[in-house]
């Protein structure tokens, strides 16, 4: 099975901060990687697929790259609304694997 | 707008089977450039991809829980489920059902259902 390793597990930052996660998988998986966010008792929402494209209604303070086993998922300004947990997956092959997530919180 | 929504009992006794419905909204189960697949999350934890299944009945399960999963679908009522057997403790999570679109050789899942919280309890 692919491992994906977030890190970090957890961050604290302020509203118009730029932050950076990074998702590292245990093999390469070319660029068959997405990004999801999610809310306390909400279901996880799509936000990038295929490392950089941005899934419709995405606002463009999101963004994506990488390729391999190295990626990364930016906030270029962050929002109230983006204080959430953060996802990555690997849909290269199965079992489809998630890392274990970044909690983004309020400073 | 293709919603889901997953159906099924929140309470199911150790040993028991896990029975869960996903029901799709406003679009075929039946479309060719998906599949459809059940993902958990247990309290305070990540997620696991559970399986996929696709229109015809081609099915993908996760090797961990191979024996004791099955995903089936029911074209004719646009839904799917999922049937995991003989549940311990460790399955109580929230099932998420989603669909897996498929682009030419990529995939990702979206959308995804509200959630359903299964706990395993006697």
């Known amino acids: 099975d692919i491992q994906m390793t977030q890190s970090p597990s957890s961050l604290s930052a302020s509203v118009g901060d730029r932050v950076t996660i990074t998702c590292r998988a245990s093999?390469?998986?070319?660029?068959?990687l997405n990004w999801y966010q999610q809310t306390p008792g909400k279901a996880p929402k799509l936000l990038i697929y295929?490392?950089?494209s941005l899934q419709s209604g995405v606002p463009s303070r999101f963004s994506g790259s990488g390729s391999g086993t190295d990626f990364t998922l930016t906030i270029s300004s962050l929002q109230p609304e983006d204080f959430a947990t953060y996802y990555c997956?690997?849909?290269?092959?199965?079992?489809?694997?998630f890392g274990q997530g970044t909690k983004l919180q309020i400073k | 707008q293709l919603q889901l929504q997953e159906s099924g009992p929140g309470l199911v006794k150790p040993s028991e089977t896990l029975s869960l419905t996903c029901t799709v909204s406003?679009?075929?189960?039946?479309?060719?450039?998906?599949?459809w697949g059940w993902i958990r999350q247990p309290p305070g934890k990540g997620l696991e991809w559970i399986g996929n299944?696709?229109?015809?009945?081609?099915?993908f399960y996760n090797s961990s829980l191979k024996s004791r999963v099955t995903i089936s679908v029911d074209t004719s009522k646009n839904q799917f489920s999922l049937k995991l057997t003989s549940v311990t403790a460790a399955d109580t999570a929230v099932y998420y059902c989603?669909?897996?679109?498929?682009?030419?050789?990529?995939?990702?899942?979206?959308?995804w259902g509200q959630g359903t919280l299964v706990t395993v309890s006697s």
């Open positions: 406003g679009g075929s189960i039946s479309s060719r450039s998906c599949y």
């Open positions: 997956q690997q849909s290269y092959s199965t079992p489809y694997t």
């Open positions: 295929s490392v950089s």
């Open positions: 989603a669909r897996r679109l498929i682009v030419a050789t990529d995939n990702w899942f979206d959308p």
């Open positions: 299944i696709y229109y015809s009945g081609s099915t």
């Open positions: 093999q390469t998986i070319t660029t068959y």
